[in-house]
């Protein structure tokens, strides 16, 4: 059976192989500096979109990724794919399954990603946490799965665009036999329609495309270098930019990568090192930053290759996370290295407890008896949406608008630990039950000792109550039992009931099957939906463990501060300030009965940002545009107040701007990695060289529409190693790409590093789309070469 794409060999991991390093020489300078863009620079996240429920309309009618091996049927305790429980209250439809109900007494549902409304919720999510760019996964499409991921496709493409984030195709070639010609015409005859889409992520104004699987050494993908690094070079020839999802010892060759692909991975545009199952401690991470990282991106930088490492929550069902500890290690210690990018692994695996997605924060929300572990297994309350936050402030971090540091800034809740805060309303108070075993009496099961309990005698059912002395709202209540191991798991079949005045009871929840289990605390939480009541009952009628009702701890607690009122609109909008590309905010702050947890930022009544501040600067603008601002304020339970007064500015006119940044190249021919793309990325340090003693030569660029040009700029690296060199160089101009006319006329053109090797050429306007440089002669190397041609309107 082939290793699983998230599955890792820790057997192939010697301290001895980690040693080993390999080196890579250059005939000249090269950099991995490609500009900002929607993955350099950027949080890409990898996104599954894989689940499905019969019934969902959709072309799998399965429980795709939910159930194990019969997939026809609701997943269950005994017949399912995951490890983690998602938060579900965000969706509007969900489908019932074949757990038991959760502990909290709702039904256990799970939701599709075939319905749109799912795959908005999550592109909202990536919007309002800034997560920037989604790497759709795609597996091989001519099986079963083709249509459904075709219709995921669509949809993503939807939820993008709506929600402001970008998506590009992720290609995993994992038991894909045919993948050399079938992804050639996969990407042909239907992926690269994507990329007109405004959402469809590009770096270097090209396409992003991902291919992950290249190089492992595992059964699932053997194939050798030859065919892979075709298909690179095949992408690479349509324009795209092109990503590899690689071994974790990609540079080395070795453990998780097969030997031979050097040249392979060192095709790529960027290079991703998979790390998932690598390690599940803080402790193990310095071993791969040491190790790995830091030498991987000294590698990357010296091919002129991008570097986005992965970074990830931590298998939540293994207790990986430490309540953030785990991720934020990885964030700190990835962008110290000085990578590039960084690559979330991943946003939706449920399967594999990896995911970032809102998660089910306590066991009141977890079905019972699944022994699915919650956010809160190592006794941390963390809010379902704390991954995330933590992924919010990581990409912050990456962009310098957080200083690096080491410690996590980002807390488990926004709004400090669950409903009721830390006092137990039930220690000490007045205990009575149906009946009692002997010595084992009721005072035991609120004495704030777990290992004293009550235990009832008799038949069951049977029950315990406790007298809170006063009423209150209440929130949540514990039940525990001893938590040594030698209590065995148990389920005990319960009803949770309150009262005001000991006589009329309120069912809260039940009968509902709670489990104990010693390896999670023999423990259980459920929810009580802000209910006034004095007391606190729990009537037990069945006990897996022991023929009688067992209770060591029974823990109450009242709700925090009942928030029902918005805040306040924000007052007295201001603009502080304004350039051709942004605007600068200022406002008063809003009021509200509990307290303002942070703002919201409409940009012509669209959310921009969410700064918790009382300014921000909205950036990414239009020169000489219109812009209408209002500003809301968020209460801790995410409700906005009305709007702010309006604000209508207009950007400044847009300064005289190099047409050709970021645009697509073309050219007669390049050596090595110094291809034509390299003229448009901003950097100095990187360069196109021709063929060499093959004149004449050409490179171009696409301005993308014909606008007037008069003025280019060329240039060549900075450093004082290139020497003072004359090219002879004919500017030509086209509006269609092939019938060209001279814009200036052949003649030397003299590079001298004492004025910074650049060269200005100026020539009567004209409107042309295309601009091409033809190159006859060159006095320091028998080659064209340019490393930026800067192409302007006057």
């Known amino acids: ?46 996104y599954q979109g894989w689940f499905a429920c019969r019934g969902d309309g959709s072309p799998i009618d399965r429980w795709w990724h939910w159930s194990g091996q019969d997939n026809t049927v609701p997943p269950s305790p005994s017949n399912n794919t995951i490890v983690s429980w998602p938060d579900n209250r965000d969706y509007t439809r969900t489908y019932p399954t074949l757990y038991q109900n959760l502990n909290n007494g709702q039904t256990a549902n799970l939701f599709s990603s075939w319905d749109q409304q799912t795959i908005d919720t999550h592109f909202k999510w990536m919007r ?25 496709t669509v949809k993503v493409r939807q939820a993008a665009e709506a929600y402001g984030r970008k998506f590009y195709i992720m290609y995993d070639v994992t038991n894909w036999t045919n993948f050399q010609s079938e992804i050639k015409t996969d990407w042909t005859t239907k992926m690269s329609a994507y990329t007109s889409s405004s959402a469809y992520a590009r770096q270097n104004g090209k396409p992003v495309v991902c291919i992950w699987g290249f190089g492992f050494n595992d059964p699932g993908r053997p194939f050798p270098p030859a065919p892979c690094l ?35 991975y060192r095709a790529f545009n960027m290079i ?17 930053y040491d190790n790995c990282i830091v030498p991987d991106v000294a590698d990357c930088n010296a091919n002129g290759i991008d570097y986005q490492p992965c970074v ?109 805060g830390d006092t137990n309303l039930a220690l000490n108070k007045q205990a009575s039950a149906s009946s009692t075993n002997g010595g084992f009496v009721p005072a035991n099961a609120v004495d ?76 259980a939480t459920i929810t009580i939906p802000a209910l006034v009541a004095r007391y606190v009952r729990v009537t037990i009628s069945a006990n897996t463990g022991w023929p009688a009702a067992q209770l060591s701890e029974l823990e109450v607690y009242a709700t925090d501060v009942v928030e029902n009122t918005p805040p306040t609109p924000p007052g007295n909008l201001t603009v502080t300030g304004k350039t051709a590309t942004s605007v600068s905010l200022s406002w008063t702050a809003s009021v509200d009965n509990v307290g303002v947890a942070g703002y919201q930022v409409l940009q012509n009544g669209e959310p921009v940002a969410s700064p918790t501040g009382l300014t921000h600067t909205v950036t990414g603008l239009a020169p000489n545009t219109s812009y209408t601002f209002t500003v809301k304020a968020r209460d801790g339970q995410n409700s906005f107040s009305q709007p702010s007064n309006a604000v209508t500015v207009t950007t400044d006119p847009a300064a005289n701007v190099n047409l050709a940044a970021g645009k697509p190249t073309s050219e007669s021919g390049h050596v090595q990695n110094y291809g034509s793309g390299n003229i448009v990325d901003g950097n100095t340090g990187s360069y196109w060289e021709s063929p060499n003693n093959a004149f004449p030569q050409w490179v171009q660029v696409d301005l993308g ?44 053109r003299t590079f001298n590093p004492a004025t910074g090797n650049t060269v200005t050429v100026t020539f009567p306007a004209s409107t042309q789309r295309y601009v091409r440089l033809r190159f006859t002669a060159n006095t320091g190397w028998p080659a064209g070469q340019l490393s930026e041609l800067e192409v302007y309107s006057s």
């Open 1 to 46: 059976m082939a290793v699983s794409r998230r599955s890792f060999l820790a057997s192939a991991i010697s301290a001895s192989a980690i040693a080993a390093t390999s080196t890579h020489l250059t005939s000249g300078p090269a950099y991995a500096a490609s500009p900002p863009g929607d993955v350099v620079g950027k949080i890409t996240v990898g």
């Open 128 to 152: 309002d946490y800034n997560c920037d760019t989604a790497a759709l996964q795609r597996f091989n499409p001519f099986g079963a799965e083709g249509p459904i991921r075709d219709g995921i």
């Open 230 to 264: 075709e298909v690179i070079n095949w992408f690479k020839a349509q324009g795209c930019y092109v990503i590899g999802g690689v071994p974790t010892y990609w540079r080395q060759g070795i453990n998780d990568s097969r030997t031979g692909f050097g040249e392979v």
């Open 272 to 288: 991703s090192p998979w790390m998932v199952g690598r390690t599940n401690s803080v402790a193990g991470l310095q071993h791969f």
């Open 312 to 420: 990830m929550p931590g298998d939540l069902q293994s207790r990986a996370r430490a309540h953030g500890d785990f991720m934020w290690r990885m964030f700190y210690n990835t962008i110290r290295a000085g990578s590039h990018g960084i690559y979330i692994s991943m946003f939706d695996e449920f399967n594999e407890g990896n995911q970032i997605a809102k998660t089910a924060e306590t066991q009141a929300w977890i079905p019972a008896g699944s022994g699915i572990l919650a956010l809160d297994e190592d006794g941390t309350f963390c809010s379902s949406d704390y991954y995330l936050r933590l992924t919010g402030d990581g990409g912050r971090m990456l962009k310098g608008q957080i200083a690096l540091t080491a410690v996590r800034p980002t807390q488990p809740t926004t709004d400090g630990p669950p409903p009721g």
């Open 448 to 523: 704030g000792n777990a290992s004293t309990y009550w235990e009832s005698s008799g038949a069951l059912p049977q029950w315990f109550q406790v007298d809170l002395g006063a009423a209150s709202t209440l929130g949540r209540a514990v039940l525990k039992l001893p938590p040594n191991a030698a209590w065995g798991s148990r389920v005990q079949t319960l009803t949770l009931a309150v009262s005001s005045n000991g006589s009329t009871w309120t069912t809260v929840t039940g009968p509902i099957g709670v489990t104990f289990n010693a390896a999670t605390g023999n423990q």
């Open 705 to 748: 529409a014909a606008t007037s040009v008069s003025r280019v700029v060329l240039k060549l690296p900075p450093a004082s190693a290139w020497q003072t060199r004359t090219q002879t160089i004919e500017v030509q101009g086209s509006t269609n790409g092939s019938a060209f006319s001279t814009l200036s006329a052949a003649a030397g």
